[in-house]
């Protein structure tokens, strides 16, 4: 708790005692009525404070406003009828505190969620200077700075590994709890915590750009985009609480008005003013006021401790209503990484050709070449290769260790007039020739993702109907994709043009309610994820651009995120509309009993308090993914 909440506590405690001992005490009369008043401004100053500053303002119809009325009002009835009970007015205050309180440790907890997210920020980065580590503010160091980032400490900026090795824990970020190992050459974003070694980095983007900047920037403006329901509960506040309050005054004079015309007795005015007080303190709307924003806020920030980072709660809205998800496949479904998957037909064994492919291709830094040196997993001794002939749109001729190796596709094999074997696996195709007779081929293709059919299959389930994916690649390589991982529906050979005219199909097509969403990460797909109902970015590797243009961006590239974010938004949803139900239902149908005199002061704060307790505990469940 903060100190706001303990002196609120305080304050409540230290009323409901006093309230307890001016019960036992025989006290009566002007005694009895100051101890009461007394206890009443202890509890209650505050809500008078603000009721007085709403008039003063002309914003006088709020809760203020409604609990200042209805409890003066009970203690001038109290006065009236020389009843001495004073009771009913103090403990509409004080439950009503109890109720504020209760709020007010909800939201602390929600807000406490998103702060351990602010704890990525850094506070100083380390710079090396005459020997020794200086500490200067992030915005100060420029693009291609050396930084050191020692154990213990935040990544400041993000940037390459020029030096050590070490693990890093990005939790705070992705939601992973596993360590990621790193080393020279790797890159790094800001935000994660070093735990090992020391490691030097070569910043390549300013702190403002950065991924720790982007990230607190997205999480502190979520809460100024407001979703449909939100404005609707603004809204409704606003017509309801003016709508009430005239009301109970109608309530208060027109059935005593009526009485004296049609009777012509005398009309019991304290017993219609007593119901319109109780109308006035069963009307309150903090249930919905507070509870709905609060499930909101709470989704949000439960959502980006999972390393879900949702921009508004009304993107929360529309990822709830989402009927169709559309892919990119490489670096979304794929992980935009080539490497060998295959042999076939080869003359010698599988690494020996390997280590001539890759030999032959040394002076390459095509993706494949590099994808073969990877296979190899050896350090180049080019020294071994001699006489290199790149030839455009065949491949590559050399020597290596004297014999004669050509790497390539199908054209170089028939211009070399050596026959070759056709390969039926999907991916790029290598055909090699070791001393002028061919040697077999080696296949090469992008590696899908471990946990893309696994999350295909869970949005289904989840209630996705129909997913698509668009496509830069040939036909048979995007086939093959989509079949292994279960798509419904695959367009390829798209440029980036193409993929926003086929979204742009799928959004003329669809149902009225249901909502298409975009997911992909490179700086194509800013465009469609700009256009799509609500657009998701793979943010750990995804451009600069595609996280700006997003309303969703996942921090962790596993695409089983994707059916977490939506799980989450539905799950915070139907809080939203549960507590939405309730509480009119219940407050209708108590506005409805307090009129005709069923229920009483007590029974109208009961009411009033316990729906707001059971749907803020209702919010708080939003907190959680799962």
Not at 213 to 234: G, H, Q, T, W, Y
Request: hydrophobic residues 45%; neutral net charge; aromatic residues 6%.
């Amino acid at each position: 708790m903060n100190k706001k909440q303990k002196k609120m506590l305080k304050r409540i405690l230290l009323a409901a005692g006093m309230l307890i001992v001016c019960n036992i005490i025989p006290v009566t009369g002007a005694l009895r009525l100051a101890l009461f008043l007394a206890i009443y401004l202890v509890i209650g100053y505050d809500i008078l404070r603000k009721a007085g500053l709403g008039i003063r303002n002309r914003q006088v119809f709020d809760e203020n406003f409604l609990m200042a009325i209805a409890t003066v009002g009970a203690f001038a009835l109290a006065i009236y009828d020389r009843s001495g009970d004073y009771n009913e007015a103090i403990a509409v205050m004080l439950f009503y505190q109890i109720g504020e309180w209760f709020q007010s440790y909800a939201v602390g907890k929600s807000r406490r969620n998103i702060s351990a997210l602010m704890d990525i920020r850094p506070d100083y980065a380390n710079i090396e200077k005459d020997g020794s580590l200086e500490q200067v503010d992030p915005d100060e160091v420029a693009v291609g700075s050396t930084i050191v980032v020692q154990p213990g400490e935040k990544v400041p900026i993000d940037g390459v590994i020029l030096e050590g090795a070490s693990s890093l824990n990005t939790s705070a970020l992705t939601g992973e709890s596993l360590p990621r190992d790193v080393g020279a050459g790797d890159e790094i974003i800001s935000g994660c915590i070093n735990m090992t070694g020391l490691i030097k980095v070569r910043t390549t983007k300013e702190f403002g750009e950065s991924t720790v900047s982007k990230i607190l920037e997205l999480v502190e403006n979520s809460s100024s985009r407001k979703s449909r329901s939100e404005a609707f509960i603004s809204k409704f506040a606003r017509i309801y609480t003016p709508a009430v309050c005239y009301g109970a005054l109608a309530l208060a004079v027109l059935p005593p008005l009526c009485h004296l015309a049609l009777l012509g007795a005398a009309p019991q005015w304290h017993v219609w003013i007593y119901r319109a007080l109780t109308f006035l303190v069963i009307s309150c709307p903090c249930a919905l006021v507070i509870s709905i924003p609060l499930s909101f806020f709470a989704g949000i920030g439960g959502a980006s401790r999972e390393g879900i980072l949702i921009k508004g709660s009304n993107y929360l809205e529309t990822m709830a209503q989402t009927r169709c998800v559309v892919f990119d496949k490489t670096g979304t479904l794929t992980q935009g990484v080539f490497e060998v998957s295959g042999v076939h037909h080869s003359e010698m064994e599988d690494q020996k050709l390997i280590e001539y492919a890759a030999l032959v291709e040394c002076a390459s830094s095509h993706p494949i070449s590099k994808s073969l040196q990877r296979a190899y997993g050896r350090p180049m001794d080019r020294s071994r290769v001699t006489d290199i002939q790149e030839l455009g749109g065949c491949g590559v001729m050399a020597k290596v260790d004297g014999v004669e190796v050509a790497a390539g596709n199908g054209r170089l094999m028939e211009r070399l007039n050596i026959p070759y074997q056709e390969c039926r696996s999907v991916g790029t195709i290598v055909h090699m020739a070791v001393g002028g007779a061919y040697a077999g081929h080696i296949v090469i293709s992008d590696v899908v993702k471990p946990k893309a059919k696994e999350a295909i299959a869970a949005l289904k389930k989840a209630g996705v109907e129909k997913t698509v994916m668009l496509t830069g690649d040939i036909k048979k390589v995007a086939d093959q994709v989509a079949a292994s991982l279960g798509i419904d529906e695959v367009k390829s050979d798209l440029l980036p043009a193409d993929k926003v005219a086929c979204l742009e199909t799928l959004l003329q097509n669809k149902a009225d309610r249901a909502k298409v969403a975009f997911v992909g990460d490179g700086i194509n797909d800013a465009p469609v994820l700009s256009l799509a109902d609500i657009g998701i970015a793979m943010g750990a590797m995804g451009s600069d651009a595609a996280i700006e243009a997003a309303d969703v961006v996942l921090m962790d590239d596993n695409p089983m995120q994707i059916v977490k974010a939506i799980r989450i938004s539905r799950k915070c949803i139907g809080i939203v509309y549960q507590n939405i139900i309730f509480a009119l239902v219940i407050k209708f149908a108590c506005l409805g009993l307090g009129a005709v005199g069923i229920a009483n002061m007590w029974f109208a704060i009961f009411a009033d308090v316990g729906v707001m307790v059971l749907a803020v505990l209702n919010a708080i469940r939003a907190l959680k993914a799962d």
